[in-house]
Each structure stands twice: as structure tokens, then as C-alpha cells.
């Protein structure tokens, strides 16, 4: 049965993705965050799901040897790792102003060093295989900017994701054409994430999409279809037309 392994699984999006899959019942799920209750409790609510197979691992993904022991724990439990998810992100409220080097450091630690340790560790064992999935969670503000002032290093972070997915499928595109490097570009999604973030609950949010929705939607382009850029809304798609049209000067 297919691996897939999901940072950032002990709540939002990462669990309800990691509860879908483990519903279907047709992959192992390996489950990442730091809080080993609310993992093991995910845990337990996927194995009542019918998941056919369950690990946690409790792991710090902004810190590289916690990567590296992590994944050699996934390998060594369960030999393969098929698809790798880089859920784990945070948000920072500070308009890009006021923004301090720390707010700065903080937003590329947890939104793009976690993704780049992810990647550098679980890419040899893709290319010995010379196949697998990454999935990297963005965000519409890794694709708009000016959508939210008060979001600006968290977008700017989000656009530098972006940019090194690009990267890194560029790098490995001719010689691995199997391993694919997927973004999924969520707007506001109804989890803790605005409460975490310091500012209002998410949930309360105009636009605020259901986590179990827009978890479905992952899963089913980025993560079965292994699409390249999956929008969580159709709504999204002709935003970001209208966006990269605005970027064309008028001939
Ligand atoms: N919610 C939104 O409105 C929204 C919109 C667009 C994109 N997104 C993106 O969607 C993704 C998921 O966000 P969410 O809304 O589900 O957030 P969330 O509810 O706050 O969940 C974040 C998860 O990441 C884990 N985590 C945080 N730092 C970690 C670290 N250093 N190492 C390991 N695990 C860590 C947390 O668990 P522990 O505390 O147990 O470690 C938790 O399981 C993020 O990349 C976010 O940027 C969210």
C-alpha cells in the first residue's frame, strides 16, 4: 500500500487529510507534529477510521536533524515513502512596515526551511525509487500579495515556496520526469490557523472554506491526480487569471 506521510497532521487541514485517507483505507498514513497527545489522538481517530496502518512520529520539521531522523523512522517502518506532505505552515499579522527581523526569520523557519529540510531529506530515496510525490501546501497569498496587507511576510513566505517548488522541479525534471513537485494553494480554510497566527479565528472569516472540503480537494488533485498546482476553489482559478493578466502591460 502506498506511504504518504503528512507534516503538520495533529490538527486543521493536516488531520482532516490524514482522516480521508486513512477512510479510504488505500494508503499507510505516517503522521508529523510536535504535540505527541494530539497526534496520538489523530492517531487513534484515523485507526477507528479503518486506516490499515498508523504511525506518529513526533518530530520538529523546522529543525533539520528532526527531518532527517524522521524520515529514516518512516523508512525504517515501513520501507518506501510514496508521497510526502509539507503541511506544516503559521501566520504572522504584521504589516510589512512594522515587520521586525524576527518576524521575518520566524515566517521562512516554519513556512519554507521545514519544506526545504523535507525535501532534501526524502529526495534521495525518490530518486533511488525514481518516483514520488511532494506536496507542498501554499496559499492564494503565495500567489496574490496585495490580498491581505496584514499578511505580508506569511505571503512573502508563501511566494518564496512557491519559487523553490518551481526550483526544485526544474532541477530534477529532465532526469526524474516521475518525481513531481505539486503545490496546493488553499484561501482561507476554517482551522485553528488564525487563532495561531494572533489574530481572529479563521473560521469567522468571509470565504472561510470547510477543512474537510478543501482537504478533499488536495487530495484528489495534488495527491491522487499528482497535478502540479491545485486551487481548493473554483473561485480561485479565475482569480488568479484576472491576477496574471493584471501582470501583462496592455500591448
Ligand atoms: N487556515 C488557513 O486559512 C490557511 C489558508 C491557506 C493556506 N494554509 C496553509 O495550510 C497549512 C495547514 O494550516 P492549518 O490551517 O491546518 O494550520 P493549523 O490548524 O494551525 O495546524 C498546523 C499544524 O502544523 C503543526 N506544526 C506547526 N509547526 C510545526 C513544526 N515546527 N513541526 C511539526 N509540526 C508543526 C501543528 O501541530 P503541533 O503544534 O502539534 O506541532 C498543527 O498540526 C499551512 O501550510 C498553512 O499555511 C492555511
Known amino acids: 500500500m502506498p506511504v504518504v506521510v503528512i507534516t503538520g497532521a495533529s490538527a486543521g487541514l493536516g488531520e482532516a487529510m490524514a482522516l480521508q485517507l486513512a477512510s479510504a483505507a488505500d494508503h499507510t498514513v505516517v503522521l508529523i507534529a510536535r504535540r505527541k497527545d494530539a497526534l496520538d489522538a489523530v492517531a487513534a481517530r484515523c485507526t477507528g477510521k479503518g486506516a490499515a496502518a498508523v504511525t506518529a512520529i513526533v518530530a520538529d520539521v523546522c529543525k533539520r536533524d528532526e527531518v532527517e531522523r524522521a524520515v529514516a523512522a518512516v523508512l525504517a517502518a515501513h520501507g518506501t515513502i510514496d508521497v510526502w506532505v509539507n503541511n506544516v505552515g503559521r501566520g504572522c499579522n504584521v504589516l510589512p512596515s512594522a515587520l521586525t527581523d524576527a518576524d521575518v526569520s520566524d515566517m521562512m523557519q516554519v513556512n519554507v526551511m521545514s519544506a526545504i529540510y523535507c525535501m532534501q531529506a526524502v529526495l534521495p530515496h525518490f530518486k533511488a525509487r525514481r518516483t514520488g510525490t511532494f506536496v507542498n501546501v501554499s496559499s492564494m497569498l503565495g500567489r496574490i500579495p496585495h490580498i491581505s496587507t496584514i499578511r505580508s511576510a506569511y505571503s512573502a513566505s508563501k ?48 470565504g472561510a472554506q470547510d477543512v474537510d472540503e478543501c482537504a478533499a480537494a488536495i487530495i484528489d488533485g495534488a495527491i491522487r491526480k499528482r497535478q502540479r498546482e491545485t486551487y481548493t476553489q ?7 487569471r484576472q491576477h496574471l493578466e493584471s501582470l501583462v502591460p496592455a500591448e
Not at 193 to 206: E, I, K, N, V
Open 234 to 240: 473554483p473561485a480561485h482559478k479565475a482569480m488568479m
Open 159 to 206: 511566494h518564496f515556496l512557491n519559487g523553490i517548488t518551481g526550483s526544485f522541479a526544474a532541477e530534477h525534471a529532465a532526469e526524474y520526469p516521475d518525481i513531481v513537485f505539486a503545490l496546493a494553494s488553499p484561501g482561507v480554510i476554517g482551522t485553528d490557523f488564525g487563532l495561531t497566527a494572533g489574530s481572529a479565528d479563521s473560521r469567522t472569516l468571509p
